[in-house]
């Protein structure tokens, strides 16, 4: 069957028509024979029995043989069998096997001319009986003739020899044995054709199985273009001749900017459509020697062949870009489709196929860091970057596997009267040479990697362990990333860190950026106000360069306010417009019953502005560098608090640096 299996549909219904055919044709040989058989055992037998029922009740068969005429009881008897309408003709032999006398239907007489019968010479040596079964050379009718030896005193003395017509017996024998034969080939047939059905059903489900994993196996299944598996094998063959044409192929690798916005908002299943969309508006843009695949998600893969020139590839990645951008309709939502393509040429930045697509993701990646919706070519500085970014991802791992980052603190002081009141904490990463390495480099890669959540969990914990250690009345300041609440064991995690270090509820502040209520998100919110419920401080960083930030303050009631630092970075411009915002601020934090806390204070001029702009707290190099817990001692902190206390009244001149560590 596993052979059957293999054989192709129109060959497989020529296989079944010659097995009809010969399946026919040996019934009709069966049939045949068997009536042949039959004809010939019943003419021998009828004969046999005729032959010797003659030879047995005519008394003078001797006398008859030697040419004398048959008595009155021999032709009485004759005349009898005459009317039989199974034996049609007797004929008396005599011992040398010549013909004497015929009785037949219609007369009885000697013969006209003797024949001679070896037969019947036969039947008188052997005393047994003999036959055959032979035809009238002027009709074509068969008969069968029996010879049996007539003895007296044991010894042969004449032949009789019965002809018996087999025409009735053949249309009887012939009818019985085509009707079983017919009856026996239908039953064959059937007992063939049941399986036969069966198995072309299944090698027909079978093919249709093969074809659709064949299908599969090289086709993407949502969006019914190339796949990767078919992708590297087009890919591969079009590397090959590129040295022939002396032309180039362009892999434009392109995904999705901001798609899962759009599983977000509106489903996974308008997700899905989406991507159909842009196969669809793939395959339609395309020539049929160029390739279109989807690699998964929402990264797609365009092979451009018979490229002469980079600004031919450009030129079609634009077209490509602007095709793809158009609005597309998801029950009656208009999605708007934004892309970032990267482009890699053959065999200039690769000559296989995994060279390539992994040149043209690294200009993909360049794009999105240089703010999506471009176009780039792959460049080596791009593998160089690849390379960096390998190196930052192990280091980053090892260290949250094997508590490699440390925390640094950083002083937060009450602007009136310079009062030390807590410290925001810091995470830091020394690189495998113990060169640090920026916050602004380590953090967006582990946001990138997924660690970010991990990271948070140590930094919550091991800054409450070290704030358990300071003055009751210090605070200490933890940002919280978005990750850390998609897990959904944040609040499990703040409970854990505070018990397990002992730390009173009101000296944590937790900081979380305007990002994380984007989505408006319940849950977000109850979070938050559950932290509120405990006594933690809930704090809205770098304040000012979000999205909409005033809409986030009337939502949730913030503790304090944080103005992010780069108002300080533009503070005196000809404009005077970030002294002017952060007057504001202050201004709308007291009405708001918030505290605000102004960060990146570097210098002089800007602590005179902030105390006469009434500023609640302030944090920044100016007082004091973020440093280590070590560098924290009782010591420096006691000195600290002393140095913050002797100064009460706002300095007639600029205020006493003071710097902790």
Same mark, same amino acid.
């Given at each position: 069957?596993?052979?059957?299996?293999?054989?192709?549909?129109?060959?497989?219904?020529?296989?079944?028509?010659?097995?009809?055919?010969?399946?026919?044709?040996?019934?009709?040989?069966?049939?045949?024979?068997?009536?042949?058989?039959?004809?010939?055992?019943?003419?021998?037998?009828?004969?046999?029995?005729?032959?010797?029922?003659?030879?047995?009740?005519?008394?003078?068969?001797?006398?008859?043989?030697?040419?004398?005429?048959?008595?009155?009881?021999?032709?009485?008897?004759?005349?009898?069998?005459?009317?039989?309408?199974?034996?049609?003709?007797?004929?008396?032999?005599?011992?040398?096997?010549?013909?004497?006398?015929?009785?037949?239907?219609?007369?009885?007489?000697?013969?006209?001319?003797?024949?001679?019968?070896?037969?019947?010479?036969?039947?008188?040596?052997?005393?047994?009986?003999?036959?055959?079964?032979?035809?009238?050379?002027?009709?074509?009718?068969?008969?069968?003739?029996?010879?049996?030896?007539a003895t007296t005193n044991g010894k042969a003395v004449a032949a009789v020899g019965a002809y018996v017509d087999q025409a009735e017996a053949a249309k009887v024998f012939t009818r019985s044995s085509w009707m079983s034969a017919i009856a026996l080939f239908l039953l064959t047939a059937i007992a063939f054709a049941v399986p036969a059905v069966g198995w072309y059903r299944r090698t027909r489900e079978k093919q249709q199985a093969d074809r659709r994993i064949r299908y599969l196996a090289h086709h993407d299944v949502l969006t019914g273009i190339a796949n990767r598996i078919q992708l590297i094998d087009r890919l591969q063959k079009a590397i090959a001749i590129l040295p022939s044409t002396g032309?180039?192929?362009?892999?434009?690798?392109?995904?999705?900017?901001?798609?899962?916005?759009?599983?977000?908002?509106?489903?996974?299943?308008?997700?899905?459509?989406?991507?159909?969309?842009?196969?669809? %508006? =793939?395959?339609?843009?395309?020539?049929?020697?160029?390739?279109?695949? %989807?690699?998964?998600?929402?990264?797609?893969?365009?092979?451009?062949?018979?490229?002469?020139?980079?600004?031919?590839?450009?030129?079609?990645?634009?077209?490509?870009?602007?095709?793809?951008?158009?609005?597309?309709?998801?029950?009656?939502?208009?999605?708007?489709?934004?892309?970032?393509?990267?482009?890699?040429?053959?065999?200039?930045?690769?000559?296989?196929?995994?060279?390539?697509?992994?040149?043209?993701?690294?200009?993909?990646?360049?794009?999105?860091?240089?703010?999506?919706?471009?176009?780039?070519?792959?460049?080596?500085?791009?593998?160089?970057?690849?390379?960096?970014?390998?190196?930052?991802?192990?280091?980053?791992?090892?260290?949250?596997?094997?508590?490699?980052?440390?925390?640094?603190?950083?002083?937060?002081?009450?602007?009136?009267?310079?009062?030390?009141?807590?410290?925001?904490? =810091?995470?830091?990463?020394?690189?495998?040479?113990?060169?640090?390495?920026?916050?602004?480099?380590?953090?967006?890669?582990?946001?990138?990697?997924?660690?970010?959540?991990?990271?948070?969990?140590?930094?919550?914990?091991?800054?409450?362990?070290?704030?358990?250690?300071?003055?009751?009345?210090?605070?200490?300041?933890?940002?919280?990333?978005?990750?850390?609440?998609?897990?959904?064991?944040?609040?499990?995690?703040?409970?854990?860190?505070?018990?397990?270090?002992?730390?009173?509820?009101?000296?944590?502040?937790?900081?979380?950026?305007?990002?994380?209520?984007?989505?408006?998100?319940?849950?977000?919110?109850?979070?938050?106000? %559950?932290?509120?419920?405990?006594?933690?401080?809930?704090?809205?960083?770098?304040?000012?360069?979000?999205?909409?930030?005033?809409?986030?303050?009337?939502?949730?009631?913030?503790?304090?306010?944080?103005?992010? %630092?780069?108002?300080?970075?533009?503070?005196?411009?000809?404009?005077?417009?970030?002294?002017?915002?952060?007057?504001?601020?202050?201004?709308?934090?007291?009405?708001?019953?918030?505290?605000?806390?102004?960060?990146?204070?570097?210098?002089?001029?800007?602590?005179?502005?902030?105390?006469?702009?009434?500023?609640?707290?302030?944090?920044?190099?100016?007082?004091?560098?973020?440093?280590?817990?070590?560098?924290?001692?009782?010591?420096v902190l006691g000195e600290f608090m002393k140095s913050m206390a002797a100064s009460q009244d706002k300095p007639s001149d600029t205020p006493k640096k003071t710097a902790v560590g």
């Amino acid at each position: 069957m596993r052979l059957l299996s293999n054989i192709s549909f129109p060959r497989a219904i020529a296989l079944f028509v010659a097995a009809v055919i010969l399946l026919a044709a040996g019934t009709w040989f069966i049939v045949q024979t068997t009536v042949n058989h039959l004809i010939t055992q019943y003419v021998q037998g009828t004969t046999h029995q005729w032959a010797e029922f003659l030879a047995e009740n005519v008394s003078d068969l001797g006398e008859i043989a030697d040419g004398e005429w048959p008595s009155s009881a021999s032709l009485a008897f004759f005349e009898a069998t005459r009317k039989s309408d199974t034996v049609f003709r007797y004929v008396i032999f005599n011992r040398y096997g010549y013909s004497q006398l015929v009785i037949d239907h219609d007369r009885i007489a000697p013969v006209d001319l003797s024949e001679f019968s070896s037969e019947a010479v036969e039947a008188m040596k052997t005393g047994k009986t003999t036959g055959a079964i032979k035809a009238d050379p002027k009709t074509g009718i068969e008969y069968g003739v029996a010879y049996v030896a007539a003895t007296t005193n044991g010894k042969a003395v004449a032949a009789v020899g019965a002809y018996v017509d087999q025409a009735e017996a053949a249309k009887v024998f012939t009818r019985s044995s085509w009707m079983s034969a017919i009856a026996l080939f239908l039953l064959t047939a059937i007992a063939f054709a049941v399986p036969a059905v069966g198995w072309y059903r299944r090698t027909r489900e079978k093919q249709q199985a093969d074809r659709r994993i064949r299908y599969l196996a090289h086709h993407d299944v949502l969006t019914g273009i190339a796949n990767r598996i078919q992708l590297i094998d087009r890919l591969q063959k079009a590397i090959a001749i590129l040295p022939s044409t002396g032309m180039m192929i362009a892999v434009h690798f392109f995904d999705l900017d901001h798609f899962k916005q759009v599983n977000d908002t509106l489903g996974h299943d308008a997700g899905d459509f989406l991507l159909s969309t842009i196969g669809e %508006r =793939l395959k339609a843009m395309v020539r049929l020697e160029d390739v279109v695949a %989807r690699l998964g998600g929402d990264e797609f893969v365009v092979v451009q062949t018979s490229v002469s020139e980079p600004a031919q590839a450009e030129a079609f990645a634009t077209r490509m870009s602007e095709v793809l951008r158009a609005p597309a309709y998801f029950k009656e939502q208009e999605i708007c489709p934004q892309l970032t393509i990267g482009i890699a040429l053959g065999p200039r930045d690769g000559t296989t196929p995994e060279r390539l697509l992994k040149s043209a993701d690294l200009a993909l990646y360049s794009g999105k860091i240089a703010g999506r919706g471009v176009i780039r070519f792959f460049t080596a500085e791009m593998d160089e970057a690849l390379q960096t970014r390998i190196r930052l991802d192990r280091i980053i791992r090892d260290a949250i596997a094997n508590n490699g980052f440390v925390l640094h603190y950083q002083p937060i002081l009450e602007m009136n009267g310079q009062k030390l009141i807590g410290f925001e904490a =810091l995470a830091r990463l020394n690189g495998p040479d113990g060169v640090p390495i920026p916050p602004g480099v380590f953090i967006p890669m582990a946001e990138e990697i997924h660690v970010i959540d991990k990271l948070g969990e140590w930094v919550l914990k091991e800054a409450c362990r070290t704030a358990a250690t300071w003055p009751k009345d210090l605070t200490v300041a933890v940002n919280l990333s978005a990750a850390q609440f998609e897990s959904g064991d944040v609040e499990q995690i703040v409970t854990a860190a505070l018990e397990e270090s002992g730390l009173e509820p009101r000296r944590l502040e937790l900081e979380i950026t305007e990002s994380l209520l984007l989505d408006d998100s319940g849950a977000t919110l109850g979070i938050l106000h %559950r932290f509120k419920e405990k006594g933690i401080s809930v704090v809205l960083d770098d304040f000012g360069t979000g999205y909409s930030s005033l809409n986030y303050l009337w939502k949730f009631p913030f503790d304090k306010i944080k103005i992010d %630092r780069s108002f300080m970075q533009s503070f005196g411009g000809d404009s005077h417009q970030a002294e002017t915002i952060v007057k504001t601020i202050l201004a709308l934090g007291r009405e708001m019953h918030m505290r605000v806390t102004v960060e990146g204070v570097e210098t002089s001029q800007q602590v005179e502005f902030l105390y006469d702009s009434d500023a609640d707290q302030v944090q920044g190099f100016y007082f004091g560098h973020p440093v280590t817990s070590s560098e924290l001692s009782a010591d420096v902190l006691g000195e600290f608090m002393k140095s913050m206390a002797a100064s009460q009244d706002k300095p007639s001149d600029t205020p006493k640096k003071t710097a902790v560590g």
